[in-house]
């Protein structure tokens, strides 16, 4: 058997963690629901994979070089909510304690960016390579030695690996691949991505 690495998107987690898990607070008035989420998330889906070797991969808080070629891009999120800013140095420390390898993506770069770079490298070099996150931009990735441990498709059906029979089924198409052409198509309101107007996914 190939050796697993599981990929940890971080920041997916830890956002997913404070909207996930009502608001909880020392007695001092710190926000630590992100931080008990993000350890518990972490803890189930390492008992699920069993990997053989773990990464956490974060963002570095600065643009990319998206928003260089588009002003535009995630330009309608708003601001990080401050309970939320206040806890990744918190859930991050809380890892290094645990001595869980944590990388931070280089400037210009998303966490995404720099996780999809080392999910590819672990295939070519004979590993299984396993994407922790709900985003679905990973998909595009998936071979036969890349998956994802989607958590909304974990409480969706039971089991939250994405493969590219799960691709090919769920979305109707040959290649993972394809699902550029259908984000390009129909557009991404998280990513403000416009697309082309009147097409949806049936469409696409």
């Known amino acids: 058997m190939k050796p697993r690495i599981a990929l940890f998107d971080g920041n997916n987690m830890i956002f997913r963690a404070f909207f996930a898990v009502p608001m909880l607070n020392t007695r001092d008035g710190q926000a630590t629901n992100a931080v008990m989420g993000s350890l518990k998330t972490f803890k189930a889906t390492v008992q699920d994979l069993r990997p ?40 991050q420390d809380a890892f290094s304690r645990l001595k869980i390898p944590q990388i ?51 409480k969706k059906n039971g089991s939250g690996l994405v493969n590219v029979e799960y691709i090919q089924k769920e979305f109707d198409v040959e290649r993972p691949m394809q699902l550029v052409d259908i984000k390009s198509l129909t557009g991404e309101k998280t990513d403000n991505i416009a697309g082309v107007r009147g097409i949806g996914p049936k469409t696409a």
């Open 104 to 154: 931070v993506a280089p400037d210009g770069m998303e966490s995404d960016d720099l996780v999809g770079t080392l999910a590819k490298e672990a295939s070519k070099n004979g590993f299984e390579a396993v994407i922790v996150s709900s985003d679905k931009d990973f998909y595009q990735l998936c071979d036969d030695n890349i998956q994802v441990h989607s958590f909304s498709v974990k």
């Open 52 to 91: 053989d070797f773990i990464l956490l991969c974060w963002d570095n808080g600065k643009p990319t070089f998206r928003h260089e070629q588009d002003a535009t891009y995630k330009a309608q999120r708003p601001p990080v909510n401050d309970d939320l800013k206040s806890q990744f140095t918190i859930v």
